[in-house]
């Protein structure tokens, strides 16, 4: 009797599968013939020198919109917003310039902006006042945590640990920001500074919080001088251990807050099937990045201070316009909402706006499929944020496989980046949400070379790999609408709830 080897036999089953999945997809849909050169142009645009780093509030961030604007416009996409048949949300901000001087004393030491001061916010202010120490400064009425229940801070400076109760890490620590200086005001103190404890170097933090903030306009306000002290360990010591007074004093002046817009841009697509035209698809990519000179973070100088955010984000919002475009040409079965966001650099603050103030209602939001990266080391892949959560892998490995590539799934766990884009404002909503990204396994040297630098430039693109990364992002995402079932959360999920409560249960 003939034997075939087992192994033969699976080999033979197995290769007829993968062949079935090829063939499933038609490769007369318009991404199988995306043009290098178009994407390279659009790229040489948006990331041009003259958009200046493309920053929230400024012009080249505008010039920008305007041009997605006239793409979808272009394509044939309806306005995003029915109220003035415009492709723009207006998203109104809040603008804090950080104080110009400010000078702090705290026992006999001296703290000023050049050195060991950082101010995150300083109204104006002159106070003589004593110091008290007070743990964390955190309150939590739900879980009875009062850092200021036996504790006098009446007219007094507040100095805290940074971060939450049992929590110095980096995530606890900028959410204290967000909330610590409010607690201090309602407990009476009339200035804050935390003691800054985290691993990595004084100066970057002070570079990244020290400059302009910007929030939605109803959020952050001026309350109390707020920021943060590099202090030695033994004043930390002197102060948690001081028996009576410490005297100090605050001085802050030169602090300017004012409003200011910034705008979303979108527009709608009907879905070819009429049993699924009211589920709609939203794909997003943030098309702002940090500007020119100080307002980038990062190291710059007078031959090149422009941060012109070639990967971080102008590959995702080509990618978003080419899937646009594709659509356009020969729609899904969903519905599609194409959404370039503002803000995302300052803190999520396009897409937090939309996800609050959507324009088409979040409970017919069926998925978001944000594409956003701070760059790529693997042109044989494309990485996923968000894997094995709302059951949309099958969907982007297909695509991925469809040109040549594969999946790379949820790399660098310890940066958090599911949390860190555009999908998590539309996850904490309910909405199933991950983010698209080019091929990257960990924040390696050859990333940390572009990411938030000068160098992020369009010449040191890979325009071939721009294009195949536009091409799987659009397949992928007509698979997604195309689902006979829409994504959900995984059960357990974190965001399960939310989603539950969003589209009413028995989804
Ligand atoms: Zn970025």
């Known amino acids: 009797m003939l034997r075939i080897p087992v192994t033969l036999i699976l080999l033979f089953f197995l290769s007829a599968q993968t062949l079935r999945a090829q063939e499933e997809i038609d490769r007369s849909l318009p991404e199988f013939s995306f043009d290098r050169l178009d994407l390279a142009g659009e790229m040489h645009f948006l990331a041009s020198d003259f958009l200046a780093g493309r920053r929230t509030g400024a012009v080249g961030n ?21 109220a003035d048949s415009s492709f723009f949300q ?13 000078h702090v004393t705290i026992g006999g030491s001296e703290f000023d902006l050049s050195g060991d001061l950082l101010m995150v916010r300083g109204p104006e202010a002159s106070a003589d006042a004593s110091v008290v120490f007070a743990n964390y400064g955190w309150v939590d009425p739900e879980t009875d945590h009062d850092d200021y229940a036996n504790l006098d801070v009446e007219g007094k400076i507040v100095v805290t640990r940074a971060g939450l109760p049992g929590d110095p890490g980096q995530q606890a620590v900028f959410r204290g920001i967000q909330e610590k200086a409010e607690m201090a ?16 170097p004084w100066n970057a933090f002070r570079n990244y919080l020290g400059g302009e903030r910007l929030s939605i306009s109803a959020g952050e306000s ?32 030169g602090m300017r807050i004012d409003r200011m817009d910034s705008r979303n841009v979108g527009g709608v697509l009907r879905g070819s099937d009429p049993a699924l035209q009211d589920e709609y698809l939203l794909m997003t ?23 012109n955010g070639a990967r971080d984000n102008a590959i995702g919002t080509i990618s978003l316009l080419a899937a646009a475009r594709a659509f356009a040409e020969k729609p899904p079965r969903r519905s599609v909402i194409v959404l370039a966001v503002t803000g995302e650099e300052m803190g999520l603050l396009g897409s937090k706006y939309y ?20 760059g790529y080391n693997d042109t044989t892949a494309i990485s996923l944020i968000g894997s094995n959560r709302t059951g949309i892998d099958e969907q982007v490995e297909k695509a991925a496989a469809a040109f040549g590539k594969r999946v790379i799934m949820d790399p660098a766990p310890e940066q958090g980046l599911f949390d860190r884009s555009d999908n998590v404002s539309f996850a904490a909503m309910g909405v199933p949400a991950l983010s698209f990204t080019p091929g990257f396994d960990d924040f390696d040297d050859e990333i940390l070379k572009y990411y938030h630098q000068v160098t992020d430039n369009p010449e040191t693109i890979n325009m071939q790999y721009l294009k195949e990364y536009c091409q799987i992002f659009t397949l992928a995402a007509r698979l997604i ?12 999920d974190k965001y399960e709830a939310a989603g539950q409560s969003l589209y009413g249960t028995g989804k």
Do not use: C, M
């Open 355 to 374: 996800a609050d103030n959507p324009l088409i209602p979040l409970e017919q939001t069926v998925f978001n499929f944000n594409t956003d990266g701070g």
């Open 62 to 82: 505008e010039i920008a919109a305007e041009y997605i604007a006239a793409q979808l416009r272009g394509f044939g996409y309806k306005p995003i917003n029915s």
């Open 285 to 307: 990519a943030h098309f702002d990045h940090v500007g020119v000179g100080k307002q980038g973070g990062g190291y710059f100088s007078d031959a090149d201070s422009i941060f």
């Open 185 to 200: 005001a309602a407990a009476g103190a009339v200035a804050l500074f935390e003691i800054y404890s985290l691993p990595f």
């Open 481 to 492: 609408a195309n689902r006979d079932v829409v994504p959900f959360w995984n059960e357990g």
């Open 222 to 253: 001026a309350t109390i001088p707020y920021g943060f002290i590099k202090f030695s360990d033994d004043a930390v010591k002197r102060l948690q251990t001081a028996e009576g007074d410490t005297e100090g004093s605050v001085a802050s002046t």
């Open 90 to 102: 207006t998203v109104p901000l809040r603008r804090v310039q950080p104080p110009e001087s400010a």
